[in-house]
């Protein structure tokens, strides 16, 4: 693992950020073992999209965390070089696990997603974002995908899977709208583990309409700009960006 110590996001030190991100992780993976973030059908769509070309690729997997999902969607594909980037080093020691079940080179970095160009060696063919660049600002969001623009390759691919408002819905009524279908759906949860999902998702979740994450990205100079998938729940959504 590639050590970047000291670097920060979110105007946090590394030390919180880890602290933060122990105490969370399990209420965080017992959500995704109950898939009420719809992990299964948005890391299936982004596995689907990668077997279109049967090409080596290389992959950029931002904001990582442990890798549980995007190891397991690797599998399959042509994959040829895997690099994550989280600013756990604790998450990147669980990747290193998941990550053993995919055939590829591997590295991982220890750093913040949004300086992930000082990272890299070369450019790289795909770039996936999950459930991370919103809790950005929406220019915030339009300077990092302006980064992701100059950085990705030739004929390369973003995809981010992120939080999106309904039509004409605002940041607040889509958080009354989350904590409403929760309190009802994510049954598996106790109440404490549902009080740290609302308190993290009321704090930090700067969701964006479809139409803006499609405008930021043509804003950011990709060519192409659509939405592949949608969870049943209208809460996220998978989109896909080209060169
Ligand atoms: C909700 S998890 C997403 C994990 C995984 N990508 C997924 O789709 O399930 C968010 C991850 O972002 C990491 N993170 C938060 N801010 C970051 C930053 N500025 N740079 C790098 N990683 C960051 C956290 O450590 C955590 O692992």
Same mark, same amino acid.
Request: aromatic content about 12%; overall charge negative; glycine content about 8%.
């Given at each position: ?14 030390d ?58 690797? /599998? ?11 600013l ?7 990747? /290193? ?35 991370? #660049? ?25 995809? #981010?899977? /992120? ?7 605002k ?9 409403d279908? #929760? ?36 804003e ?17 959504? #998978? ?5």
């Open positions: 693992m590639q050590g970047l110590r000291g670097t920060q996001g979110n105007g946090r030190g590394q919180e950020i880890t602290e933060i991100f122990r105490k969370h992780w399990d209420v965080y993976r017992d959500i995704i073992e109950h898939d009420y973030m719809s992990h299964k059908a948005a890391y299936e769509k982004l596995h689907e999209i990668l077997v279109e070309d049967n090409r080596p690729f290389s992959f950029l997997d931002l904001a990582c965390g442990d890798a549980y999902a995007s190891s397991r969607c690797l /599998e399959g594909t042509s994959v040829a070089e895997y690099t994550g980037v989280d756990s080093e604790w998450a990147l020691g669980l990747a /290193e696990k998941e990550l053993e079940r995919v055939g590829a080179r591997k590295r991982l970095v220890m750093g913040d997603f949004e300086k992930f160009g000082q990272y890299l060696d070369a450019p790289p063919d795909v770039i996936w974002v999950g459930l991370s #660049v919103h809790h950005l600002p929406t220019a915030e969001k339009g300077r990092f995908m302006k980064t992701v623009r100059k950085e990705i390759a030739p004929g390369g691919m973003f995809l #981010v899977y /992120e939080p999106t408002l309904e039509k004409g819905e940041v607040e009524r889509y958080i009354d709208r989350f904590r279908v #929760v309190s009802r759906t994510w049954t598996g949860l106790t109440n404490e583990e549902l009080e740290i999902v609302y308190d993290h998702v009321a704090k930090s979740d700067l969701p964006e309409l479809k139409e803006d994450w499609i405008r930021l990205a043509r950011a100079g990709f060519e192409s700009a659509e939405e592949v998938y949608e969870d049943p729940l209208e809460f996220y959504s #998978v989109f896909r960006f080209g060169v």
